[in-house]
């Protein structure tokens, strides 16, 4: 594997593969000294062109953890506006001798051009409404491990709720799911869903709620009710929160995820501290594990047995 | 006297096709027959395999001139003109400053006249720097020369204002040419509204957008009796419209371009930007459209919106980078490699059709026979050859073709009787 850009352009055998690994690192992570040498003199770009702290401490623990070297170029959009273009950009840090960029940039397919610029491994970050490989394959590490599964997801019912049309982490978590063979049902209006819905779709969020293994709830963001996708918060909140009602009606093994960061009172109106299906917590904690996973398989080479027993000396 | 004189094609023009030479003096055809004798001193034109067409006019081009001359300037655009065998070009009016007035237009003319590649015909905005606001002065602009008023890189989009333009322009010899884009419904939109845009994330370009506008028009000219010409059609529904208009006897006319009948959505799964056009490339199912389309006459006219970027701009992030293509030099080999029609049609298509529509039917697009204005082409129509971004004349080398074999290749075109391209080889 050269790139992780998108889940569907690695296929559901890399996943599996990524999925497995990413227990390695968690065991690494449970260590005293969570740090291996597997990365030693490779040298990762963090190039945030959106701000999105905790993805980008995310990558940053993950690479150090591996004893990667990392820099991190957060780029304004005033620097864009100064005149560099972003193929300028990337050759200029390319040339300081990159093994792999991290690139989040509020443009969809910005990975996919900026390929076409360095021989360096791309890992998508999260582009535009489009792609978010390594938090959908977090959520889907997360869903495995919370219902002690292995291999694939066969069967697993989900349901993925909020503005599907512009979440770059919709579009990716869909893929992987159904890639490990996932039952996802999307719940929006249809205003929030694509033109063509990657899944069955409903708007009747207490239709599926107690027939669900997963409830996945996605970021709600206020700047959607200029556009007049949904009359109203309180109306959305209405339709598509996870209320006490709703909670109640949730099987008692079913998971609550969120990518974060949370509207509390417009998509959870619960604490999540008192579901006990919530995850929320364990999603970021695997988070640095899945990147470990990722940077591991493109950087050390695809198919190496991995040797992460040794410890990082001082 | 000396003459040019081409030799060894067969003729192709709205009177038919025949193994013919033709024989060019002071800017005229003065004789058209089989085996015509080369005179000491006559320039001939070896045209053994070739077609010697009217030339091809161009009824939509964004020649950048004046304001972006870093993309392309008239004589650039002029030369990938002759190059791609047309003998005149339609100057879209989104110039900077915009061709509303006479000193713009009689600018365009002037450059375009200077550089002696082709007629530069500048089109005059429908509204006052293309705002939507107030009409052009339509009369003044047709006093110099303009026939074809549009705000193209935008529709018109007040009805009442467009009525307004049908109504005043009854009596004055000019078209409207509308570039067809409800704007509320494509605020943001990078790329058609279907599948390929909903797994790439990327805002969509509803095909109601266009087919909206196209209704509204021609209803407009059935109400007002004014003359409508549609640019760049893109999807089915829009040929189904003016199919029927033209089937109720109303005076609309429509135009395809290249990339519409050769090009799908799909090309943009690789988010290249070269790919990014208004309209934008739609399904297979709108592509079979076009082409039938064309096939039976409902499009009068293919034409290129050829439209240069430098490419840096084509290298931004598709939402941000400009939409256009260039097409000049590559429209005559997509029309040949993609059309399953008679080669007359494409040629119809390319030469006598839309010089109608222009209002040049006078100069370009004339039967070969002695008397005509010697505006000619002469092509290849089964050259295979593929294209090559760094080999085009023009500027800017933003073609969606690159890489690609392309059918039919210009080998001469004579504008105003003089050779300006010989064996694909521009004379100037």
């Known amino acids: ?314 | 006297m000396t003459s040019v004189l081409i030799s060894g094609g067969r003729v192709l023009d709205q009177t038919g096709e025949r193994a013919a030479d033709v024989r060019i003096e002071s800017g005229r055809v003065v004789e058209v027959g089989a085996g015509l004798a080369a005179g000491d001193g006559d320039d001939v034109l070896d045209a053994t395999g070739c077609v010697v067409t009217p030339g091809f006019v161009d009824l939509h081009v964004h020649l950048r001139e004046p304001g972006r001359e870093d993309a392309e300037t008239i004589e650039s655009g002029s030369r990938a003109a002759a190059l791609g065998g047309f003998t005149a070009v339609v100057a879209m009016p989104n110039t900077e400053p915009a061709q509303d007035s006479r000193g713009v237009v009689e600018f365009v003319r002037a450059q375009g006249a200077a550089a002696g590649l082709c007629e530069v015909l500048p089109a005059g905005c429908i509204t006052v720097g293309r705002a939507g606001m107030v009409l052009a002065p339509f009369a003044e602009l047709v006093d110099a020369g303009v026939r074809v008023f549009t705000d193209d890189g935008n529709g018109v989009q007040d009805p009442l204002l467009m009525r307004r333009a049908m109504e005043y322009s009854l009596g004055l010899d000019m078209v409207l040419a509308q570039h067809c884009e409800v704007a509320r419904l494509t605020e943001g939109a990078v790329m058609h509204e279907g599948l390929c845009c909903s797994e790439l994330g990327v805002p969509g370009w509803p095909a109601l957008a266009e087919e909206l506008m196209v209704h509204r028009d021609i209803e407009l000219a059935r109400l007002t009796g004014a003359r409508v010409h549609l640019l760049h059609l893109s999807t089915a529904g829009s040929v189904d419209l003016v199919r029927a208009a033209k089937a109720d006897g109303l005076a609309v006319t429509a135009e395809a371009a290249p990339h519409h009948f050769a090009l799908t959505e799909e090309e943009l799964r690789g988010y290249d930007a070269r790919f990014k056009v208004n309209p934008p490339l739609r399904t297979k199912a709108d592509v079979d459209a076009i082409k039938a389309g064309l096939a039976d006459g409902t499009i009068d006219a293919i034409a290129t919106d050829h439209a240069p970027h430098p490419a840096d701009e084509k290298e931004r992030p598709l939402s941000e980078a400009p939409p256009g293509m260039v097409g000049l030099e590559t429209a005559l080999g997509v029309a040949l490699a993609e059309l399953d029609v008679p080669l007359a049609d494409v040629v119809a298509a390319l030469s006598w059709k839309p010089a109608a529509i222009a209002g040049v039917a006078d100069r370009h697009g004339r039967p070969i026979a002695p008397g005509e204005p010697a505006n000619l082409t002469v092509f290849d129509p089964g050259a295979i050859w593929p294209v090559r971004p760094a080999d085009l004349a023009s500027r800017s080398h933003n073609t969606p073709f690159a890489g690609r074999d392309l059918r039919g290749r210009v080998r001469h075109t004579i504008f105003q009787g003089e050779p300006v391209v010989r064996a694909g080889v521009a004379q100037k």
């Not at chain 1, 055998?13 to 040498?37: F, K, S, Y």
């Not at chain 1, 990365?39 to 993950?62: H, M, P, Q, V, Y």
């Not at chain 1, 819905?197 to 708007?203: M, V």
Request: aromatic share 4%; glycine share 6%; with cysteine.
């Open chain 1, 1 to 314: 594997m050269k790139h992780l850009r998108s889940i569907a352009e690695i296929g559901p055998d890399a996943v599996v593969r990524l999925l497995d690994l990413t227990d390695h690192m968690a065991e690494i992570n449970r260590r005293n000294n969570p740090r291996v040498p597997a990365l030693r003199g490779k040298t990762i770009c963090n190039l945030f062109f959106e701000d999105s702290t905790r993805t980008r401490l995310s990558f940053e623990t993950a690479a150090k953890r591996l004893s990667a070297d990392v820099m991190t170029f957060t780029v304004g959009t005033s620097s864009v506006n100064k005149g560099e273009s972003l193929r300028d950009t990337i050759e200029t840090v390319a040339a300081m001798g990159v093994d792999a960029f991290v690139i989040r940039h509020p443009a969809s397919g910005v990975p996919w051009q900026v390929s076409r610029w360095t021989t360096a491994s791309i890992i998508n970050g999260g582009d535009g409404w489009h792609a978010h490989p390594t938090q959908a394959l977090l959520d889907a590490y997360t869903v495995r491990q919370a219902l002690g599964r292995t291999g694939g997801l066969d069967g697993v019912r989900i349901a993925v709720v909020g503005d599907i049309k512009h979440s770059r982490v919709a579009r990716s978590d869909v893929e992987v799911f159904q890639a490990l063979g996932a039952d996802v049902t999307l719940v929006a209006p249809a205003t929030l869903l694509p033109p063509v819905a990657p899944a069955p779709a409903t708007d009747r969020l207490d239709d599926v709620i107690d027939k669900i293994d997963v409830l996945y709830l996605l970021r709600m963001q206020r700047e959607r009710m200029h556009e007049a996708l949904v009359p109203s918060l309180r109306e959305y909140s209405t339709r598509f929160a996870l209320t006490p009602e709703r909670a109640r009606r949730l099987p008692d093994h079913a998971l609550v995820m969120h990518p974060g960061p949370m509207n509390r009172g417009v998509e959870m109106m619960v604490d999540p501290a008192e579901l006990p299906g919530a995850v929320i917590a364990q999603q970021v904690t695997n988070g640095v594990a899945v990147r470990m996973a990722v940077l591991f398989d493109l950087l050390a080479g695809a198919g190496s047995a991995p040797d992460l027993t040794a410890e990082e000396r001082p």
